[in-house]
């Protein structure tokens, strides 16, 4: 927080939490800590790597972060991939004034957003399993066949994964890079699986 | 003797001393034709007759004269491939043009090293082939032409200019696909260490990154301003050769990628 503050000293800041890895509980022994910051009176967003200690932030102003929360259009899909990431995510830091807002969307009805959370998640990775190309991100698909499995189910959508769905993406961390077209099949199953969720 | 005076007053002046100075002068090439000077020895042929027309050719530095119109007879007594070529011996200290022909391929010829010993180096001025009814010149077939040093130059500083042309500067390169607004390209034949990407965004805003910095990581992200708002850019690079670039603001026209340069 006080490296935060430093940096952008003119900014009240209104949230910190743990976003990534860390707020799925699927931390690989190269995995960085990446923090969300949400800044009051801050245009835009910033990435700020923090190299002497792996750990990562990325910077949203108050504005910014409500669109990427709510699928805004203009935002690149990749924005949009975790807005779950708060569900049950206790933040390390928030200010009383926000915590209305971060609170609607830690409550909010999944149902309402999953088709449109699901549209853009297929529309991002397919990108790349259409070339072929596994990308490290892509462990998310293991962790949203999960949840999205356990939706269809029980109608509650959370962040615990089993420890098979855990160890299945810490492997896939490991060894994304070896480029395995049987990762791609997989995912690719993954795929046509939430389409036709997204569907039905 | 240990030592021998070659260019001294009184010293005797040996043809191997002149052949290894002008075999070094013509930058230790084996055999060719010196260029430029009379008619470099242009084959013709004709009447059952191969005319060389003059020229001078050096064979390990030994200089031959051959004199206006030669001509060799070559006789019609089927089909066959051939030479002529030129031989020195320097076993008998002679010189002469003659023909060698074989049934179902060119002949080899004799060509041994006259620097570092005494034999017999044959140098084709001419290659044909025959029937039992015709003379057919290969005029496809290059002998060696021992080349001005201004033309070598020359063409040095062509080879050198085509391959900075190709190997250094700027090059611009298309996406093979821009779906969901990110860029896909292909990036192959360059060391990506080497090089500095220029992405420019519809907006006119350039981001310039290292090659070196996708090289390490998957992904980068590059922060930049436009109208006093901060937005990021994306970098992902899958190696060996895929790249993938979009702008946290890809939705908006003005910060999708309008081209990418590659400066090496």
New interface residues.
Partial sequence: MEYIQSLFSSNKILTIYRAGSCAYGVIGSASDEDFVVVLDE????????KNDDGKEYFVF?RQEWIKKMEF????????KLFPDEVIGNIPLYLDEGFEGVYTSYQTREWVLVIKVQLSEII??FS??L??G?????MWHLFRLEEQVLRFTSTGLWTLDLSNESKEKILIYKDNY?L?SQDYVDEFKHIIEYLKEVMNS | MAIRKITFDGSEVKSKDDADLYYHIFGLTTAGIIAGLYNECAVSAGNNQITISKGVIAVYGRMILVETNTQVSITLDGSKYGYVYLQVSTLDNSVSISTIESLTAYPSLTQNNLHSTSGIYQFPLARYTKTATSLTLDTSYQTTLIKTGPTLISEMQTTIQSYIESNFGVITLTPYSTASNISRYEITGITLAKCLFVSRLNNGTSIIFPGRTISRASLTNISYQYLQTNYYFIIEYIGPSTLYLYSSNNGEVGHRVSQLQIWR
């Fill in positions: 801050f245009s835009g967003m910033m990435h700020i790597p102003g805004d259009e203009g935002l690149a899909t990749y924005f529309n991002f990108l790349y259409e070339d190309i596994l990308t490290k991100l890079r480029q």
